[in-house]
């Protein structure tokens, strides 16, 4: 199989530059703001060019380069922005796969003109969206994905069929994605790919199991995994042209109804229900506006959908007269409903969680709860909230809470942690944050820390300043 990957390096940089071009040349920094404890997502190069990287702190990095400018990141954005590239992709081939965002792979089997090809989609992407592009051509996704790394950007890197166990031999570890395999390869002296090749199969499966099997195909030229096709919303559309054109809201929403009624049968032919709603309103000067209204919840029921296109046209200022509107549902099947368990959470859920903790020793109730709206990491995005009236403030982590010791250095950053009764150095801290809170009576001083060590462990951990004890409160595969 024929795979294209397609690469939008520094998605996040890219974007913010598309908005405001007066930073391109200045070094730019994404993650968060100077004065906030997070760690960096994405850097553009001028940035990495002194030594910031994604992972290190915001505030590290302002020391590695003074002059950066700092923003936070907008994951909604990036989403929307890649879901626009996957959408020109989706014309070039009929299986599509999104590893992540900024990275995508295309099936081209059969195509004869590869380099062709990958040229248009290059220029697809950047007519469509402003971003700049990069294309490996291989057979197989490892491949392919090395190749457009390495690609300089807006360029094409071809792999011959058959040309992928020459053409990975010297790079390194490093583009494997397992850091506990490569830190282990490194120790026995093996940095670069084709070195791999010096071992039989037995012996990589024996020391890394699958990881081991994985490695001596790579080695080899192999790599059978296959293209996992995206989901395709299914979509609905109605155009209408306003004559005369409509000025107001009421006029607007006069249009928009009718529309919607009749797309609304065929929804429900197919048994689908609407989870957002894509406008585009053409205006008298040939301009247009586009909006995605998303609904809360699937819905089959026109009022629903209505009060959505209300809310958003009461809430919006069109400087000129309405010609067109063009409204398209996008489509899913219908799932259980999503019920509310906290629908009247203050006072009620207040007493209840006194009176368990009284009875238990321990407060056993928690909520699930968004911690970082802006994460890109979704594992990162949520995490149970020990106090379902103080969102927000706490959070636990899914698992079990365990005491470690840890030594300190000078300044009271951790240097070493005993895990599994091996000591560990700390080689690296991502993040660092303190929570001081007085929770139902209970006053809370922590500080914590997100950690990696020699070994290839990160994990969060953090000090009872109380207590002054150390635990491990959650690990990161």
Known sequence: MRIACVLIQNLAVQVLLLEKPDLRGRPVVIGGLPFETKAVSDASPEAVARGVRPGISIREAQALCPEAACFSPDGTRYQQT????????????PVVEVERLGCAYIDITGVQKEGQLASQVISAISNATGLSARVGIASGKF????????????????????EEERFVTPFSMDFFDCPEVKERLMLLGIRFIGRLRDFPREALSSQFG???????QLAHGIDPLPLIPRKRAEIVSALS???????TTNEIYGVMQPMLSNTIGEM??????CHEILVRFGLASG?????????????RSESDILARIRTFLEGSAFTEPVTGV??????????GRKLQLWQQRDQPVGKLASSLKRRFGYQPIKKVTEVDPDAIVPERRFGLS??????GHMTATLGQIQEIAVQQDGDGIPASLIYKGQRRKVVKIYEQWRIADGWWGDEVRRDYFKVETAQGLVCDIYHDTIADRWYLAKGHG
Do not use: H, W
């Not at 890649?82 to 081939?93: G, M, P, Q, T």
């Not at 301009?287 to 819905?299: N, Y």
């Not at 063009?326 to 799932?335: G, I, R």
């Open 241 to 247: 042209i306003c004559e005369p054109p409509a000025s």
């Open 268 to 273: 429900g032919k197919q048994g689908k229900v």
């Open 143 to 162: 491949f392919s994905k090395v190749a457009a790394m390495t690609s300089k950007p807006e360029s094409v890197t071809i792999v011959p069929p058959g």
């Open 210 to 216: 699958a990881d081991g099997i994985r490695l001596y």
């Open 326 to 335: 063009e409204m398209s549902l996008s489509l899913s099947a219908e799932t």
């Open 386 to 391: 020990i106090s379902p009236t103080r969102i």
């Open 287 to 299: 301009s247009r506006v586009e909006r995605k209204l998303p609904l809360k919840e699937g819905s």
């Open 82 to 93: 890649f879901e626009v590239v996957a959408d020109i992709l989706d014309n070039f081939s």
